[in-house]
């Protein structure tokens, strides 16, 4: 928490000190602007964007923060389906790959593959597969999965892969079958892979229910959202940054569900270290 605060003050610090210092133009180098432009209407003031969030959408509507809070619990609440679909599937795939070195052979590559499709491709064709079949909430779901179950599978497949040859033979002359090991020494063992990658999965799947609320124009989310506000950005150039505060926001609550997760686990796991010791 207190890295997070720290993090937060410096990105601030960034920001204003390159917009005090910065060309209102951008810089630019043999024709191309390798720095953004430090003018108003493309760098609001921090303190303006949190103005802003307290003003009325609309005359009479709303205030702002109230909008951005709940489109961000709507995507939050798919990021949640996507997220835990896409962690199963990684998981399963990964014991899959560690039971059968064939199965890993064959499979990994694809998985690798698989993430370097396009989402912006990857959504019309999904939400034509699903049609009136499920709502449009399940495609952005499904496309929230379809990031997060990479880390999963490659950080769960390390770490079950982990264990010393010692330790996995010691389990044999326990007579200890593969289910067996793998609960009692694969499974925790991989918990320090685990977690990190669940952190990964956490944020890809932010970054797909975003990007697929976006692509399939669902409404109520905080992507939609974005593309709204995106269209005052020459009137209102705050209130853009204000949906895309809440879209950060969304990613450092999932990352903090999951720490949470991580926390009874790996205490767990130390204490069953120190009695084995």
Same mark, same amino acid.
């Given at each position: 928490?207190?890295?997070?605060?720290?993090?937060?003050?410096?990105?601030?610090?960034?920001?204003?000190?390159?917009?005090? =210092?910065?060309?209102? &133009?951008?810089?630019? @180098?043999?024709? =191309?602007?390798?720095?953004? %432009?430090a003018d108003d209407l493309s760098m609001p003031h921090v303190w303006d964007m949190l103005q802003r969030l307290g003003r009325p959408e609309l005359t009479g509507g709303r205030p702002v923060w109230q909008v951005v809070l709940s489109a961000s619990l709507f995507t939050l609440g798919i990021t949640a389906v996507g997220f835990v679909a896409g962690a199963v599937i990684g998981l399963l795939l990964a014991v899959a790959m560690q039971r059968f070195r064939i199965v890993e052979r064959g499979l990994l590559p694809y998985v690798?593959?698989?993430? /370097?499709?396009?989402?912006?491709?990857?959504?019309?064709?999904?939400?034509?597969?699903?049609?009136?079949?499920?709502? +449009?909430?399940?495609?952005?779901?499904?496309?929230?999965?379809?990031?997060?179950?990479?880390?999963?599978?490659?950080?769960?497949? %390390?770490?079950?892969?982990?264990?010393?040859?010692?330790?996995?033979?010691?389990?044999?002359?326990?007579?200890?079958?593969?289910?067996?090991?793998?609960?009692?020494? %694969?499974?925790?063992?991989?918990?320090?892979?685990?977690?990190?990658? @669940?952190?990964?999965?956490?944020?890809?799947?932010?970054?797909?229910?975003?990007?697929? +609320?976006?692509? /399939?124009?669902?409404?109520?989310?905080?992507?939609?959202?974005?593309? +709204?506000?995106?269209? +005052?950005?020459?009137? &209102?150039?705050?209130? =853009?940054?204000?949906?895309?505060?809440?879209?950060?926001?969304?990613?450092?609550?999932?990352?903090?569900?999951?720490?949470?997760?991580?926390?009874?686990?790996?205490?767990?796991?130390?204490?069953?270290?120190?009695?084995?010791?």
């Amino acid at each position: 928490m207190f890295s997070a605060v720290v993090g937060l003050v410096v990105l601030v610090a960034l920001w204003e000190g390159y917009k005090a =210092v910065g060309n209102p &133009d951008g810089t630019v @180098l043999l024709g =191309v602007r390798v720095l953004p %432009r430090a003018d108003d209407l493309s760098m609001p003031h921090v303190w303006d964007m949190l103005q802003r969030l307290g003003r009325p959408e609309l005359t009479g509507g709303r205030p702002v923060w109230q909008v951005v809070l709940s489109a961000s619990l709507f995507t939050l609440g798919i990021t949640a389906v996507g997220f835990v679909a896409g962690a199963v599937i990684g998981l399963l795939l990964a014991v899959a790959m560690q039971r059968f070195r064939i199965v890993e052979r064959g499979l990994l590559p694809y998985v690798i593959l698989s993430q /370097t499709v396009p989402l912006v491709a990857l959504a019309p064709l999904i939400a034509g597969w699903g049609g009136t079949i499920w709502p +449009e909430w399940m495609t952005v779901a499904l496309i929230a999965a379809y990031l997060a179950f990479f880390p999963v599978a490659v950080g769960m497949l %390390r770490g079950l892969q982990s264990p010393q040859a010692a330790g996995v033979e010691l389990m044999r002359s326990y007579a200890a079958g593969w289910w067996r090991t793998l609960l009692k020494l %694969r499974f925790p063992a991989s918990l320090p892979y685990l977690f990190p990658a @669940l952190r990964l999965a956490g944020a890809a799947a932010v970054v797909g229910a975003v990007v697929g +609320e976006i692509s /399939t124009g669902t409404r109520g989310g905080i992507g939609r959202l974005i593309i +709204e506000y995106s269209r +005052e950005a020459t009137s &209102d150039p705050a209130k =853009v940054y204000t949906a895309m505060l809440g879209a950060a926001l969304l990613g450092l609550v999932v990352a903090a569900l999951v720490s949470l997760l991580e926390l009874p686990l790996m205490r767990h796991r130390r204490r069953v270290s120190v009695v084995t010791m």
